[in-house]
């Protein structure tokens, strides 16, 4: 694992950085699916949705989407995790042909007792977790099992699309974003920890490591980005954590994009973290003047790189200081 602390990027990031800053064209009315999993992120694409001029057919997962998408939508149902079939005819009711995924789902209640019982599918539904569930010839990592729901929705006349087709603005950009410049020390953990995580991202486990001196304190699985950070706080009660999280190496931009929210920053506060690393043009940032805000009360800094061969890299005209 390389210790080296980050590099100024070399000219291939100019393709990274114009398709993160380039907006599409208004939507002209077009009504667009959203499959609203937990927390504000889903809130935050039908709000860009509309700015753009399209429309909204909200459905929002049962038991994990939150009260807001209903002053979002100008179509709104309720559908649960394993109702495949039933999301695909509300969509199509509502005339949609292009949706997007957007928010977290609770993975671990797929595994928990009964979860068949509770979660009952539908017959697209069965169809399409049946070989990760039944007959277990297929994995159960999330991009299987998200890139096995989508080409449900494919097939059926649905396009499944990056969140970031519509709502572009909300790409991390690069360099620090709020709080104070790095120590030689941070910049040393943000680089042990970039490639830890893309290590941990190509098989598909997880997006978050934390790091402190250069030793990992705790790297994310099935329990999700907040549980991992609070994990690491509790294992390392000094506090000075680094946070790093990036996108996998071979992320499907459909879904499952690495997401910073403010409740994100409150699991560092809790944690004793004083860094996070988040990977510049493939993270999204929820409503990010309250997320700068909250870094800079709370002494967190964020920085937001791009990856170069698996490091860490800084663009060219930004500084280490905020």
Same mark, same amino acid.
């Given at each position: ?59 929002? =997962? ?9 002053? @979002? ?122 490639? =830890? ?105 964020? @920085? ?19």
């Amino acid at each position: 694992m390389s210790t080296a602390t980050i590099s100024a990027p070399s000219l291939s990031h100019q393709a990274v950085v114009d398709r993160a800053t380039d907006h599409h064209q208004p939507l002209a009315g077009e009504t667009i699916g959203v499959l609203a999993g937990w927390g504000r992120y889903p809130v935050a694409v039908a709000e860009a949705i509309r700015r753009n001029g399209g429309r909204t057919a909200v459905l929002a =997962l049962r038991g994990h989407a939150s009260e807001q998408l209903q002053d @979002v939508a100008d179509h709104y149902d309720e559908v649960g995790v394993a109702e495949l079939g039933g999301a695909i005819a509300a969509f199509r009711r509502s005339g949609c042909t292009r949706a997007t995924m957007a928010g977290k789902v609770h993975k671990t209640k797929l595994f928990a007792h009964g979860a068949w019982l509770h979660h009952l599918p539908d017959w697209t539904g069965l169809k399409t977790y049946w070989p990760h569930f039944i007959s277990r010839r297929r994995d159960n990592r999330d991009d299987s099992l998200l890139s096995a729901i989508a080409a449900a929705f494919d097939t059926a006349g649905v396009l499944i699309c990056p969140a970031t087709d519509f709502a572009p603005e909300l790409l991390a950009t690069a360099g620090v974003l709020a709080g104070r410049s790095l120590s030689g020390c941070e910049r040393a953990d943000i680089a042990f920890g970039w490639e =830890l995580a893309k290590a941990l991202g190509r098989h598909d486990i997880g997006q978050t490591v934390v790091v402190k001196n250069r030793a990992p304190i705790a790297l994310e699985a099935i329990e999700g980005t907040d549980e991992c950070i609070r994990r690491a706080g509790r294992l390392c009660g000094s506090g000075g954590l680094v946070v790093v999280k990036v996108a996998k190496p071979q992320q499907d931009l459909r879904f499952d994009m690495p997401t910073i929210g403010v409740g994100t920053l409150q699991s560092l506060r809790a944690a004793g973290a004083t860094v996070l690393a988040i990977e510049a043009g493939r993270t999204i940032l929820v409503e990010q003047p309250e997320l700068v805000a909250f870094a800079n009360r709370s002494g967190i800094t964020l @920085v937001s790189c791009f990856d170069e061969a698996g490091s860490a890299v800084l663009s060219a005209d930004a500084s280490w200081a905020a």
